[in-house]
């Protein structure tokens, strides 16, 4: 479904991401962890094309995107996350999903986001900045699903958020996962989280993709080590 094919990005002259390829499967969870400043930001933009590639392709059911500007990768289908939620703090929850459904064309909430999260319909007259940052990251998500994406691009959900919410979240997760029938690539540091939601693992360790395991094979020690300053 995400086909991506030795991309390389750069700040100016230096270069962050160094030829990365990665393939996501329809329906599949896929969890890049690593430290920070090994370029899942870096490379989470430059798929959503807030920031430019130098070279590679990026392919998405089958139309190449990595020329596209923004607003076509969301309308073909791709729905991005940023770290730290980045929801809109002055207007109320309600307001935040409905800022979602434009690429949609929807006019209305879908349902099922507040039945995924029913936190947000308690909340939904609210303003979105008086919100705990586990329950923005349920807006951020909330409001990326109401685009009706086929892929979900999630940097660091667990970023600041409350152990107990961070298994909510993997729950909700999995529920998206099984209820929209969607794609999810998802970054992290926090692996309990990311073996709980996710079907494969890739480690990016400065800008390359090292290692990559499923299912039996993947070896928390050895995923660990790169996750460990
Ligand atoms: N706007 C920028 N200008 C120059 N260099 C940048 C910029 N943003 C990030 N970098 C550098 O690119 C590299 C990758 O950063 P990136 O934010 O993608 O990493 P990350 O794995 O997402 O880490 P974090 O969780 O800290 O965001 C780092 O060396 C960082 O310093």
Redesign the pocket.
């Known amino acids: 479904m995400l086909t991506v094919r030795d991309l390389r990005v750069s700040?100016?002259m230096?270069e962050?991401i160094h030829g990365i390829s990665l393939d996501v499967g329809e329906n599949e969870t896929v969890a890049i962890m690593?430290?920070?400043?090994?370029?899942?930001?870096?490379?989470f933009k430059s798929l959503i094309g807030m920031h430019p590639s130098s070279s590679g392709e990026i392919t998405f059911n089958g139309k190449e995107l990595s020329k596209a500007q923004s607003y076509q990768r969301v309308a073909s289908g791709i729905a991005y996350v940023p770290?730290g939620r980045m929801v809109f703090p002055t207007l109320t929850v309600e307001e935040n999903i409905m800022a979602g459904l434009e690429a949609s064309g929807r006019k209305k909430v879908p349902d099922d986001i507040y039945e995924l999260f029913p936190v947000l319909l308690e909340m939904r007259h609210r303003k979105a900045g008086n919100l705990s940052g586990g329950q923005q990251q349920q807006l951020a998500i909330g409001r990326a699903l109401a685009a009706d994406p086929k892929i979900l691009l999630l940097?660091?959900p667990t970023e600041g958020i409350q152990p107990s919410i961070i298994k909510q979240l993997a729950t909700t997760l999995n529920e998206i996962k099984q209820l929209r029938k969607i794609s999810i690539v998802v970054?992290e540091q926090v692996l309990s989280f990311a073996l709980a939601v996710s079907d494969r693992m890739l480690v990016?360790d400065k800008g390359h993709i090292v290692h990559e395991a499923s299912g039996d094979q993947i070896d928390r020690a050895h995923i660990s080590r790169y996750l460990s300053v």
């Open positions: 700040y100016g230096s962050v690593g430290r920070n400043g090994m370029g899942k930001t870096t490379l770290q940097d660091e970054s990016i």
